[in-house]
């Protein structure tokens, strides 16, 4: 007989869990509870935000910037060109036919004549004065002569009636002892005293006549000499008008543009040419209109010129407007770059102010759209809308007076389309 052999399953060894079961079925539901409260948190207060926006726009259509506490130097760029500081401009004084000794390009010494003006009525204009001058000292000397001959002959005058109202005393002395002694009649003796009575008066009248005629003759030689200086003046002016036609130049240069052809008929005061000065350059800027009441003459510049950076001096401001532009002057304050061009172009930084300490954020559209008023502040996901106060503004960055403070992001990008909303989400 065959013995059969069973083999024994585990079942006797297995015990039923109910009650593990059911705790680990309560505790995923307590972690999804946990989850779905944090996910609840997070989204009700985005969905409430999101509902209480007027506006959604993605922040890659934005410009944000962060506000900062730092210094602000207020700038202005502009363009110029390089010019000669010195290049005068030669102009005819008087009419007359030109005729050149220098072309274009020729290096001159100061005092060359470098353009000749013939001008047949200046210099007719100044023989005829010159002639008039030499008649004027004639008469001057001719009344000096007149005025000692006549004041010799009163001299004699003087004299004669000197010699006679000597005489007459004599004569009266010898009167006076021959009365006495009864020599003379009474008659003969009041004759003598009359005669002396009157060479006393013609020795008187003949001085004051003299002293008269001196003074006289002083004023008419005082006449002629004021009418021989005035016409030295006149013939030294004309003698400068006929100097004037060389022209010579009145700095050590180079010719530059020469305005008219040899032997043209010139009017007076036409341009003839220009010498300039190739070893002194300025540059001349457009401004525009805007700035030009916060510039003055002093101000600090940059001059951005083949990849360098030379440091410059505001000089000059025009006073008049010229297509909303205001025309400036910079020179250099240091060494110049070597070989510089007429008429080169140059870009110019103009340091108007610098202020430290202040908050700032970079410049954005939002200036001009916005006209300074408002700005919208980034809080997480949301931008709102917020009174500000601008302040100094430069190319890059300008300063921000109240509404904000540091550390906070505000949108740089144009806000035209955001004029009348308040609050606006940011989607990512």
Do not use: C
Not at 37 to 45: G, R, Y
Request: aromatic share 6%; proline share 2%; charged share 25%.
């Amino acid at each position: 007989m065959t013995e059969q052999y069973t083999i024994r399953d585990t079942a006797a060894q297995d015990v039923k869990l109910e009650q593990a079961t059911n705790s680990r079925s309560k505790l995923i539901w307590g972690v999804g509870a946990v989850f779905l409260l944090m996910f609840m948190s997070w989204m009700v207060p985005s969905l409430m935000r999101l509902l209480n926006s007027e506006r959604t726009i993605s922040r890659q259509q934005l410009q944000i910037a962060t506000v900062e506490l730092g210094n602000l130097q207020r700038d202005i760029a502009v363009q110029g060109k390089v010019i000669a500081a010195v290049s005068p401009t030669l102009f005819a004084h008087s009419s007359g036919t030109v005729s050149l000794h220098f072309k274009a390009g020729d290096e001159v010494q100061l005092g060359d004549i470098i353009a000749t003006i013939a001008s047949p009525e200046i210099e007719s204009e100044h023989q005829q004065q010159k002639t008039l001058l030499e008649e004027l000292d004639l008469e001057f000397r001719r009344q000096e002569i007149i005025i000692k001959t006549e004041l010799l002959a009163n001299q004699q005058k003087i004299e004669l009636a000197e010699v006679d109202y000597v005489l007459a005393t004599k004569n009266k002395v010898r009167a006076d002892i021959n009365i006495k002694n009864k020599v003379i009649s009474q008659v003969e003796y009041e004759q003598k005293q009359a005669e002396l009575e009157k060479m006393q008066l013609q020795q008187k009248h003949a001085i004051e006549n003299a002293k008269l005629q001196k003074e006289n003759f002083e004023f008419e030689l005082q006449a002629k000499s004021f009418q021989l200086d005035r016409q030295k003046h006149v013939v030294k002016e004309s003698q400068r008008k006929v100097n004037q036609l060389n022209m010579r130049s009145p700095i050590t240069g180079t010719i530059g543009n020469v305005l008219v052809r040899e032997k043209d008929a010139v009017a007076k005061n036409a341009a003839i040419l220009t010498v300039v000065d190739l070893t002194q350059f300025e540059l001349e800027v457009n401004i525009p209109e805007t700035f030009a009441d916060d510039l003055g003459v002093g101000l600090a510049a940059s001059i951005f010129l083949d990849n360098s950076t030379f440091a410059g001096e505001l000089t000059a401001i025009a006073p008049e407007v010229t297509n909303g532009q205001v025309i400036g002057r910079i020179k250099f304050t240091q060494q110049p770059p070597n070989r510089l061009r007429q008429n080169q172009r140059v870009s110019v930084r103009v340091l108007i102010e610098s202020r430290n300490n202040v908050l700032k954020v970079q410049r954005g559209s939002f200036v001009e759209t916005s006209g300074g008023n408002y700005v919208f502040v980034i809080e997480d996901d949301i931008a709102i809308k917020r009174q500000v106060q601008l302040g100094a503004r430069s190319i890059s960055e300008i300063e921000i007076i109240s509404g904000v403070s540091a550390g906070e992001e505000i949108i740089i990008s144009s806000v035209e389309q955001f004029a009348d909303i308040q609050q606006i989400y940011l989607s990512k």
